[in-house]
């Protein structure tokens, strides 16, 4: 277990432009993202510039004892309904075990605390067990499945529509941080 205050989760800076291409463009990230084409550098660069007077589209970065290991996108951010959609990855290979539960929290609680979202929702491929396992500790619900919707190598792959409310993160919070960190 960790200490919670070991974990940060900052706004993404220029600075952290080339961590963030490489963890994109790796093969461990890039098979699970919906547009798995190599990005350019170029690209990269249009859109995080592109965030700058974009209410609606944030990029952060997790951040272990200082050293960048992971990242958060929250999307379509929508304050009329309260609604948002999410993605986070974790970049570094050899980020400390049980960061990618860690970094779940960090998000959740920057989303619905910070933020105020309402409900937040996310997409994710079914053949990626490993963070489906993670967002089962989590309670999420899954609300729907898009039957054979994004080609991936070749095949058209199911994608699962998850969502959880602040409500229920208000529910879980202090369990979930006693059960994650050694506070």
């Not at 960061?99 to 920057?110: D, K, Q, V």
Request: charged share 30%; proline share 3%; net charge negative.
């Amino acid at each position: 277990m960790s200490r919670y205050e070991s974990y940060t989760l900052t706004p993404a800076t220029i600075d952290d432009l080339p961590v963030l291409l490489e963890w994109r463009n790796s093969d461990r990230i890039r098979p699970f993202m919906d547009n798995d084409h190599i990005i350019t550098m170029e690209e990269h660069t249009a859109f995080f510039h592109g965030l700058k007077d974009n209410a609606e589209k944030m990029e952060l970065v997790f951040r272990y004892e200082g050293k960048p290991i992971g990242q958060l996108s929250v999307t379509r951010i929508d304050r009329k309904n309260g609604t948002a959609y999410w993605g986070y990855s974790r970049g570094e290979r050899d980020a400390p075990h049980g960061s990618g539960t860690a970094m779940e929290y960090l998000a959740l609680e920057f989303i619905f605390d910070e933020l105020g979202i309402r409900k937040l929702c996310g997409e994710l491929f079914a053949f990626n067990t490993s963070v489906r396992k993670v967002h089962a500790k989590f309670g999420w619900t899954e609300e729907g499945r898009l039957i054979a919707h994004r080609l991936k190598d070749g095949v058209y792959a199911d994608v699962i529509c998850i969502a959880m409310f602040q409500e229920h993160w208000g529910s879980i919070q202090a369990k979930m941080r006693a059960q994650i960190f050694e506070d």
